[in-house]
C-alpha cells in the first residue's frame, strides 16, 4: 500500500525559499514517476515538477520552471521540491502524487496519478 505524507509547508515572504518533503511509503521509488502539483483556492489542479521513473529525468510547469527544484533521496525514500524566489502566487497547497504507469504524455495530468498525499500549505507573503 502506498503511502504519501508531505511536510515542509509554511507561511513564507516574497522572495524567501522553501523546501518540501515527501515521504513515500510502499513505492519501489525507482520504477515510479513521482511529482509535485499544487491548487490555489477556487483554481484547479496544477502540474509543478516530477521526476520521471527509472530514467531519474526532471519535469517542471512553466511557472515554477527555473525557481524550483525536484529532487530525491532513495535511502530515505524522500522526494523534495526546493522552491526559491517565491511570489504570492505560488500560494497554494502543494501535493505529492506517484504513479508507476504513467505514460509520458499524461504527466502533468492531475487525474492519471493514483497515489495523492494530504497536501501541505504554502503561504507567500508579499
Known amino acids: 500500500q502506498v503511502q504519501l505524507v508531505e511536510s515542509g509547508g509554511g507561511l513564507v515572504q516574497s522572495g524567501d525559499s522553501l523546501r518540501l518533503s515527501c515521504v513515500a511509503s510502499?513505492?519501489?521509488?525507482?520504477?515510479?514517476?513521482m511529482a509535485w502539483f499544487r491548487q490555489a483556492p477556487g483554481k484547479e489542479r496544477e502540474f509543478v515538477a516530477a521526476?520521471?521513473?527509472?530514467?531519474?529525468?526532471?519535469y517542471y510547469g512553466d511557472s515554477v520552471k527555473g525557481r524550483f527544484a525536484i529532487s530525491k533521496d532513495n535511502a530515505k525514500s524522500t522526494v523534495y521540491l526546493e522552491m526559491n524566489s517565491l511570489k504570492p502566487e505560488d500560494t497554494a497547497v502543494y501535493y505529492c502524487?506517484?504513479?508507476?504507469?504513467?505514460?509520458?504524455?499524461?504527466?502533468?495530468?492531475?487525474?492519471?496519478?493514483?497515489?495523492w498525499g494530504p497536501g501541505t500549505q504554502v503561504t507567500v507573503s508579499s
Open positions: 502524487a506517484a504513479d508507476p504507469n504513467l505514460i509520458l504524455s499524461t504527466m502533468t495530468t492531475s487525474r492519471q496519478y493514483k497515489n
Open positions: 510502499g513505492v519501489t521509488s525507482t520504477s515510479y514517476t
Open positions: 521526476l520521471w521513473r527509472n530514467t531519474g529525468r526532471t
